[in-house]
């Protein structure tokens, strides 16, 4: 029996949310093939990398943490990929809201006031507003590539957060180290369970899935993103302005994954590094893919590619093994997901080597 590919009549509703199961399912099975490759055993590096990290309060907190920045911008990168707006730049967007956040921070370092936080906040937003802004004027204006724009861009705010920490803002008492001050206790984000490092970011993140789903399902806008993601030639004859959806779609990822730096910067790390993030932006693209570009689908995505984080580290730890692992596991994820995706338009088949022949 030789398989094949059958086109289905209509797209399968019910592969759409089978299909990233699936390859999940694959992507657990390529990992074993991976650790027997590697000299380990596959079930204690399995349970290493996602048992173990779960044992403790301390470990679910950190899961947390870890899953916070991804949501929070896999939510809304979910929005702008829904209507054909492709901002993979929100690293370079998480790197500004840092930046920005992180400067508000430094400016009101000896003032004790509740507003610092807000004002970091509102920092951060605008920060990485501001840098989604340059691929929407440049898409809008002279119809750019957003794909490359945005995705350029990430490495300007880079090297910017690297300039800045080695000149102006790096620490007058830190020994020439490449860091800033450690931001004071007003702004830093309060602990929101005891012992661990779980901040109120995490609220913010559940928060921003309660947000996009409301907007997307129940909002005037939210169906114009959906009508020009899914025909824009008929969201075009319907008076929908496909480049007010840009701008929209753009700014809306921009400042929320500004805000995850500015969390990222005020909470697990309190200060400016010349790197704040292990690539929470390029994986957040994976989240909304995963999460099937449905807000809760993202909350649970994220918590999964939170998982492989936090696997990885102990997996490193405990069997010696390299960190890339990690990157390993998400990149697999995603190829067997694109590659499951087949099945909602195509259902396999089976014909005999003798039907062959004789087709």
């Known amino acids: 029996m030789i398989p094949y590919l059958e086109k289905r009549a209509?797209?399968?509703?019910?592969?759409?949310?089978?299909?990233?199961?699936?390859a999940l399912g694959l992507t657990l099975l390529g990992g074993i093939m991976l650790f027997s490759l590697l000299g380990k055993s596959p079930a204690q590096a399995m349970h290493a990398f996602f048992v173990a990290p779960l044992t403790s309060l301390y470990g679910w907190a950190e899961l947390g943490v870890k899953a916070s920045p991804l949501v929070l911008i896999g939510v809304a990168l979910s929005i702008g990929f829904r209507a054909g707006v492709w901002n993979i730049g929100a690293e370079g967007q998480l790197t500004l809201g840092a930046i920005c956040g992180g400067c508000v921070a430094l400016w009101l370092y000896r003032v004790d006031s509740v507003f610092v936080l807000p004002?970091?906040?509102?920092?951060g937003i605008l920060g990485g507003m501001f840098w989604a802004s340059i691929p929407a004027f440049l898409k809008t204006r002279f119809n750019a590539n957003e794909i490359l724009t945005s995705l350029m861009l990430t490495y300007v705010a880079l090297l910017l957060l690297s300039l800045l920490v080695h000149g102006p803002l790096r620490d007058p008492d830190g020994f020439n180290f490449p860091e800033s001050r450690i931001f004071h206790d007003t702004a830093s984000l309060p602990i929101i369970l005891d012992g661990t490092r779980l901040h109120l970011g995490a609220?913010?993140?559940?928060?921003?899935?309660?947000?996009?789903w409301l907007l997307l399902s129940k909002s005037l806008i939210g169906f114009q993103v959906k009508v020009i993601g899914q025909a824009p030639a008929a969201g075009r004859h319907a008076g929908f302005s496909v480049n007010r959806i840009i701008w929209f779609t753009l700014l809306l990822g921009g400042g929320l994954a500004g805000l995850a730096g500015m969390f990222e910067v005020s909470g697990p790390i309190g200060q400016l590094l010349p790197s704040i993030s292990p690539g929470y932006g390029f994986t957040a693209i994976i989240v909304a893919f995963v999460g099937r570009l449905h807000p809760v689908g993202s909350l649970f995505a994220g918590l999964l590619i939170a998982l492989s984080y936090l696997g990885g580290e102990n997996a490193q730890i405990t069997l010696n093994l390299p960190i890339a692992v990690t990157g390993v596991f998400q990149g697999m994820l995603l190829f067997f997901l694109l590659a499951c995706d087949v099945l909602i338009r195509y259902r396999i088949r089976f014909k005999s080597v003798s039907g062959l022949r004789h087709g």
Request: charge should be neutral; proline fraction near 4%; avoid cysteine.
């Open 119 to 123: 004002l970091m906040m509102i920092g």
């Open 203 to 212: 609220v913010f993140a559940l928060i921003a899935v309660g947000g996009i």
């Open 10 to 22: 209509g797209h399968s509703q019910t592969m759409v949310y089978i299909s990233p199961f699936i």
